[in-house]
């Protein structure tokens, strides 16, 4: 069946510009969850989406960073007034429901660089 | 604070030669252990789910076991397509998120 999904699968921009990244996760699945990967960093967590709402954003950098997510499904990743710093790979999961000790599967994620 | 280690950073075996990855966690209350692969320009691949110490699961050439403060991946006469990066994670309590290790990067020579 079809995982999940995030586009594009590269971007480069340059710094100050916005940028947009999207995930689509496996159908059916409630929850979802970014987390970025950076050079000789681990994953680390960004924000959780529960249906529409987003009950933790605790690993949000700044305040240029905001997601969002529509009719349970689609999620949109949006960067502001990129940096340098901004350059990683951004990943997308989702579990299939809220129940937490649901597996997380993962995307091909969108390797981001901020020249 | 919540963390996970990985040893070691990076392995380097013959094929058919046998090894163990390791996973130790400093986490209250843990609600789950999690082993995933990644392979370069990849997302993680999930592999297993731990609960509770003393728990095993097998898939192929690997098995994941759970103590109370680590775990192991063994891999078995493993095969050079076995290459790719480990990662482990645990899922913090009261928190959908999960905190990853570093990763141990495994290679397989034929």
Known sequence: ?115 | EDQVTQSPEALRLQEGESSSLNCSYTVSGLRGLFWYRQDPGKGPEFLFTLYSAGEEKEKERLKATLTKKESFLHITAPKPEDSATYLCAVLIPGAQKLVFGQGTRLTINP
């Open chain 1, 1 to 115: 069946g079809a995982g999940v999904s995030q586009s594009p699968s590269n971007k480069v921009t340059e710094k100050g510009k916005d940028v947009e990244l999207r995930c689509d996760p496996i159908s059916g699945h409630t929850a979802l969850y970014w987390y970025r990967q950076s050079l000789g960093q681990g994953l680390e967590f960004l924000i959780y989406f529960q249906g529409n709402s987003a009950p933790d954003k605790s690993g949000l950098p700044s305040d240029r960073f905001s997601a969002e997510r529509t009719g349970g499904s689609v999620s949109t990743l949006t960067i502001q007034r990129t940096q340098q710093e901004d350059s990683a790979v951004y990943l997308c999961a989702s579990s299939k429901r809220r129940d937490s000790t649901n597996e997380q599967f993962f995307g091909p994620g969108t390797r981001l660089t901020v020249l």
